[in-house]
């Protein structure tokens, strides 16, 4: 890792992640050994295409793997100096979580604000009209319009840019230490990603909370990463900091990504780039 | 004009226009959408058209639109000189022949229950029947190098290939019968980066071979700066901006498609890197 | 090779699903391949002629009559084993009808929609609306007993769920991408309905036509009970225990015997239908 002050704090550090997953032949690793940092107030993209381990990483990480599925080992698994046990049935306290489909993460049947005050009451144990007041807050801060109309609709009234706003809302409701964000813009239109982008960046600056931004999206992470590690079946094949997206990187995998990304900028005379790995068939 | 001059119009679609109707009564009334709302636009022999859009912008509608799968409530496509939203069901065969498509969903595009090798070989035994059964499979087998997949063995599944593979395996199929016109909707949306630009080399390079025209359907405008002659930049049903790739995306006039290059992700890292790089 | 495990939505595949009936299905399966041999080989295997009177009047079982004899004197195994004849003749003739034809109306239901889809749904609802059985003796009334029209009797009342079966499955593989992908290829009607939708809407049908032949059985036994089916003298399940109820103190197991026949093969075809479901149909597309 490059310089980190002495007394620089970390939100989220993991030592030698390993998932295993318990298939009918047996059990099959499917992350090896991954080390993250995550400082306070930065944001760690996390890297890869399908099939790299990223989202499970991110999963394993939020304690949502379930342990009949899937075994998690860890040398440490730490959220803001606070200890977890890695495959603890219960969710990483600090932590929070937001994933791609806003309209499937909000439960239709609730409104907005039903769902806040649910979050809201668990987590601080507030009723009623502190409830209501602290929900119009979060509504406020993730940007949200006509907060006080908003809490009494239901998530298919909102568009989907608004539905990601009121998840995000929801998370940081809980007030984490680290979010974790398993592509949260990638269904969205890419004018409402770039805001919500633009959100995360200053949430992240209002809270101090880290961030890790899982993405397949290079470009996507180097508009708001501090630092990125590249995932490629179930390892870190690099890791550095931005320095990596502009020009600094190693590894022929994230080479080949750098280059296999067309840019609005210029058109490229051939965008594949050929690398010593043939496509699996299953 | 000859058959191949360039210039040649090929599609040429005026005035579409399509509406879905209001529906229902009282609290729950849906309001009537006009998803394309007046466009036109022509594309020539040899060209690549893209039309990009956010979601609601209608460029799906369009893309049905021309190949027939829905109707239009008003306006005409002309492909190859002749109206085709006049035809009837069997005249729309023998245009299908020249119109092709590859879908964004490399996993549902494909039947699961069919073979690979039936799969390419579909549209030559709907548009050539009467074809010997040697012949076609020479020709599957051909088709099947030229996409990249020479060693798959034809027996196979959709579901035993990755989603890079099986879209290839859709593109066999969209060119098998050397069609003139290939819309692709959204056709690398689906892929991941490195299999997205393996792709887009090989349409590009069967483009040149096969002598092809795409009409190329996508909200990516890097793929558009990759992809396209030029470009129609839809917002809400109507046409914003249109003209050459390079001149629309360095010199939009629009602000909505300003907006739309500047939300682009990744150009701030980019920025820096060829800053590096003239150094 | 690595192998990397896709822990995203699971796709149903063909090919990839094994073929694992489970303990029940294979007792199910094989109890009902039992059954069907011995329908075929009833004449062979039956003792005594079925409607000859041969011994005692209710003899409880013993020597030269397994299952005993009833009041007319005849040899209760050998009815049994003739019944097993007409049930599940009756069973497969209503299964395979109501299967081809509901498949048929099914399918161009679904797939042309407009009137054809309104006309086979009013007659479909007209059908359902009264409760199997009940339509089933209305049927039979109008008609006359007889094996013939117990068939057609029954094919009537379950053409309209295997219609139904077929109808939702078609319409929602109609939606799908490699269908339309089929229309823009160019695809006839024909060989959009036989080959790329028919082959997906199999699945679930077959899987309810296992518990219509499971249905048919009871009610063919049901309907002879009530003297409605296959006349006497003609040995067939619910004949047996029509003829044996009124005896039900003095000689229960003339009751008893044919009870446990017709329970047992309805409950080997829901064993064998459940676990073709698992198999087949995982997702319970078909209810029931």
Known sequence: MTNIAADAKFALQVRNLRVSYRSDNGPVEIVHGIDLDVLEGKTLGLVGESGSGKSITGKAVMGLLGRRMFDITADKLEVAGTETTPNSPKLTPGAAMIFQNPFTSLNPSFTVGDFLTDVIRHRHGLKGAAAKKRALELLDAVRIPDAARKLRSYPHQMSGGQQQRVVIAVALALEPRVLIADEPTTALDVTVQAKIIELLNELQKEHGMGMVFVSHDLSLVSDIADSVAVMYRGKIVERGDWGLMTGAAQHPYTKMLLASSPSVRVRSQRLSVSWDFEEELV | ?279 | MATTVEITVARQTPKTRRFSLGLGGWIGAGILVLFFVVAILAPIMAPYDPVKQIGDSLAAPGAGHIMGTDLYNRDVFSRVLYGAQVSMSVGLIVTLVAFVVGVVLGLASAYFGSWVDVIIGRVTDALMAVPGILLAIAILAVLGGGLSNVVIALSLVYLPEMIRVVRGQALSVKERLYVTSAVALGSGHGRLILRHIAPHVLGPTIVQATFVFAHALLYESALSFLGLGIQPPQATWGNLVADGLPYLSSAPLQVVFPCIVVSLAVLSVNLFGDALRDVIDPEGNVSR
């Open chain 2, 1 to 279: 004009m000859s058959e191949n001059a360039p210039n040649r119009v090929l599609l040429r679609a005026q005035d579409l226009v399509k509406v879905y109707p209001a529906r229902g009564i009282g609290r729950t009334r849906t309001r009537e959408v006009r998803a394309v709302d007046g466009v036109s636009f022509d594309l020539k022999v040899g060209e690549t058209l893209a039309i990009v859009g956010e979601s609601g912008s209608g460029k799906s509608t369009v893309a049905n639109a021309v190949l027939r799968l829905h109707d239009v409530t008003s306006g005409s496509i002309e492909f190859d000189g002749k109206d085709i939203t006049k035809l009837s069901r069997g005249q729309m065969h023998a245009i299908r022949r020249d119109l092709q498509v590859v879908f964004q969903d490399p996993y549902e595009s494909l039947d699961p229950r069919m073979r690979l090798g039936d799969i390419v070989a579909e549209p030559l035994r709907i548009h050539s029947p009467d074809m010997k059964r040697s012949e076609r499979q020479e020709i599957v087998r051909e088709m099947m190098s030229l996409v990249g997949l020479g060693s798959m063995p034809l027996d196979r599944y959709p579901h035993q290939l990755s989603g890079g593979q099986r879209q290839r395996v859709g593109i066999a199929r969209a060119l098998i019968i050397e069609p003139k016109l290939v819309v692709c909707d959204e056709a690398v949306s689906a892929l991941d980066v490195s299999v997205q630009a393996q792709v887009l080399d090989l349409l590009s390079d069967l483009k040149e071979r096969l002598g092809l025209s795409y009409l190329f359907i996508t909200h990516d405008l890097a793929v558009v700066r990759q992809v396209a002659d030029r470009v129609l930049v839809l917002y809400h049903g109507q046409v914003v901006e249109e003209g050459m790739t390079d001149e629309v995306l360095d010199h939009p006039r629009e602000e909505y498609t300003r907006n739309l290059i500047a939300a682009v992700p990744g150009q701030r890292a980019e920025r820096e890197r060829m800053k590096k790089e003239t150094v």
